[in-house]
């Protein structure tokens, strides 16, 4: 680390202090008001102590008797200060505590409310471990030197007190302090620059290292079936070691630096000795104001750690602070409309996609965005069903994203009921679409609570029906508490098709006037897959029936749909009924045979192998 980044590194440091500062000021003036009474009171109590020297002990030894009267007022002053001294250290510890802490619960709220502003664009660049690590140990970090800040301000203080005092009581000894305290603060300062590189090493070897453990924890299957455990636990090993060599070389440091810290107070004191005797020889100062002050040099060695410690913490912090501005700074939001579909109108959608292209964002902003999606037309009419066939990577996901406008097009419109999405409330959109995603979350919660999310009006009733619609009621019945069975984190306990019923279940339950599956039934079998689209589309009696925009591949679900819109590229090739394209287009044909052919191989497979859930889970992430 450079002069000038260091300079810097303090420079943006102070600035988030000052920022702590301004977001807590009564806070943080309580932990002041108790550090400074406690600085005033440790300058007070060494020339206490040099009174009860001077006046009560040195007499006393001269007289050989003891004054009762003067000792008991000694000692009542000592207590005095004592007891004022706890109250500062108690206002102190408090006041830095709260501040420290509502400091940070109040950014992990603003960072996590952030990531569910930001849209699918922003999450699809950042990693989770970032996220975690930037409501977490960023936060933490960028907040870290709020703790021992009131302790240094209150020290400063102490300092200007001790040195006027010193200046008060004798010149000579105003230079030995004038000597001792800067070199004590330049002392730190170099300390903190030395360590300052070595701790940020450390924090984000910490990172790393847990990074990997995560990885290996959530990996476990596929590390267990490829044997990779010996090779797992190398690569873990090799940054758990330069961690440990990291926080070696923090502890060595603070190793040199320690032992000098203590010493050089002891050596002022050593020096207020000798000036001093001097001095008094000389009759320039009394035995009071000699011991006074040396007994100064001792009380002030700890206290001025304090300012170290805000040293060393500044660059963690300002590190922590710029990940966790990145966030909540970060652009591309996606303002909602003000206009509501109509609440009354209950039958199902209309969506229209207008000439739609979409890219997504690059890695790195300066290279180009490749498009994914050019000139996409198609509509889902009122109560009908559209089919989206193609290749694997042609855009389909893409689509279903853009249905319920978790992305926004380049170039083109995307309509509900003729209404572009863009102007719609954030509230009709959600209670209009329901998207079905490829990959099923489970929140580690009962299977009620999954499914109703909390939202107003949505009765067991509902659940159960929503259930029966997604062919999941069977299984949710013969679990052991029934809807308030816990399902474990992502639901592990639940197999792979049990999880994708569970997530349209609860699509189902907010009865959206749109269903967008995204392949959301890939991982069920067959005919229950064909069952779900049938019962989908004419639900018993009472429920409203849906558009849906359906992501599929077996034949046996195309089949049910009005309309097929297959995909090439980004491109819609042809628009037909599945008999139409079979007949006229090669590449459809192609696809949906070569699809059947793999489903047939496997489920040939199945009935050789018992599969356990397990296992069949893992075969289906495998395929895909
Ligand atoms: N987050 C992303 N960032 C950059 N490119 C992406 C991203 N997601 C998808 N793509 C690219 O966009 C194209 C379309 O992806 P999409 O997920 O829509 O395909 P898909 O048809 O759903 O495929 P699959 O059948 O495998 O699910 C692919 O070329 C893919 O590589
Ligand atoms: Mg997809």
Do not use: C
Not at 181 to 196: D, E, H
Not at 293 to 306: G, I
Not at 446 to 460: E, Q, S, W
Not at 504 to 510: S, T
């Amino acid at each position: 680390m450079t002069n000038r980044t260091s300079r810097d590194v303090l420079r943006r440091g102070l600035w988030v202090l000052g920022r702590a500062i301004r977001e807590q000021p009564r806070i943080f003036a309580v932990a002041v008001a108790g550090s400074v009474l406690f600085g005033l009171l440790v300058v007070a109590s060494a020339y206490v102590v040099g009174a009860v020297v001077g006046d009560v002990v040195v007499p006393a030894i001269e007289r050989g008797s003891v004054g009762v009267a003067a000792l008991a007022l000694a000692a009542g002053t000592l207590l005095g200060i004592s007891v004022l001294r706890v109250v500062g250290i108690f206002g102190r510890r408090l006041g830095a505590g709260y501040m420290q802490f509502r400091l940070q619960a109040a950014y992990r709220r603003r960072v996590t409310r952030r990531y569910l502003d930001l849209p699918l664009s922003w999450h699809q660049r950042n990693a989770t471990g970032t996220l975690l690590s930037n409501a977490n140990s960023d936060v933490e970090a960028a907040w870290y030197p709020i703790a021992p800040l009131p302790f240094a301000v209150g020290t400063l203080v102490m300092l200007v007190g001790a040195v006027a005092s010193l200046f008060v009581t004798d010149w000579a000894l105003a230079l030995v302090g004038l000597a001792v305290f800067p070199a004590l603060f330049a002392l730190n300062v170099v300390y903190s620059r030395r360590m300052a590189p070595r701790q940020a090493r450390a924090q984000r070897l910490r990172a790393e290292v847990s990074g990997i453990a995560h990885e290996s924890f959530d990996g476990a299957l596929v590390v267990k079936t490829m044997g990779r455990e010996a090779q797992e636990t190398a690569r873990f090993a090799a940054r758990a070691g330069e961690l440990r060599d990291a926080l070696i070389s923090v502890g060595r440091l603070r190793g040199v630096f320690d032992p000098m810290l203590e010493a050089l107070p002891s050596l002022g004191t050593l020096a207020v000795l000798v000036v001093g005797t001097f001095r008094l020889r000389q009759g320039a100062i009394t035995v009071t104001e000699l011991v006074s002050v040396a007994f100064l040099f001792t009380v002030l060695a700890f206290p001025v750690r304090a300012i170290g410690w805000v040293l060393a913490e500044l660059p963690r912090s300002v590190a922590g602070w710029d990940r966790v501005r990145r966030v909540l700074d970060a652009t591309g939001e996606m303002p909602y409309g003000d206009r509501a579909l109509d609440p009354d109108e209950a039958g199902p959608a209309t969506l229209t996609f207008t000439d739609v292209s979409f890219a997504y964002e690059p890695a790195e902003a300066h290279l180009p965005g490749t498009e994914v999606l050019g000139q996409v037309s198609f509509d889902v009419p009122a109560g009908r069903t559209v089919a989206l066939v193609g290749p694997t990577g042609s855009g389909k996901s893409t689509i279903a994203a853009l249905a319920a406008r978790l992305v926004d097009p380049l170039a083109g419109t995307v309509a509900l009921d003729g209404v572009d999405v863009r102007e719609l409330t954030a509230a009709s959109l959600a209670g209009t679409v329901a998207l079905v995603a490829q990959v099923p979350f489970v929140f580690d919660d009962t299977v009620r609570a999954n499914i109703t999310l909390d939202r107003p009006g949505v009765t067991d009733d509902d659940v159960w029906a929503a259930l029966r619609l997604a062919e999941a009621d069977g299984f949710v019945a013969a679990l052991p508490d029934g809807l308030d069975t816990t399902v474990g984190e992502r639901g592990t306990s639940l197999s792979g098709g049990q999880r994708q019923r569970l997530t349209l279940a609860r699509a189902l339950a907010g009865r959206p006037r749109l269903l967008v599956l995204d392949d959301a039934t890939s991982a069920v079998d067959p005919r229950v897959e064909a069952a779900i689209l049938a019962g989908l589309r004419a639900p018993a009696a009472g429920g409203p029936a849906a558009s849906i925009l359906v992501v599929a591949y077996r034949r046996a679900t195309i089949a049910l749909a009005d309309e097929v819109v297959y995909l090439e590229q980004g491109r819609v090739v042809a628009r037909g009924t599945h008999a139409e394209l079979l007949a006229t287009v090669p590449g459809y044909a192609d696809l949906v045979t070569a699809y059947e052919q793999a489903e047939t191989d496997r489920a040939q497979q199945r009935t050789y192998d018992e599969v356990s859930p397990l296992t069949s889970g893992l075969e289906v992430e495998v395929d895909r």
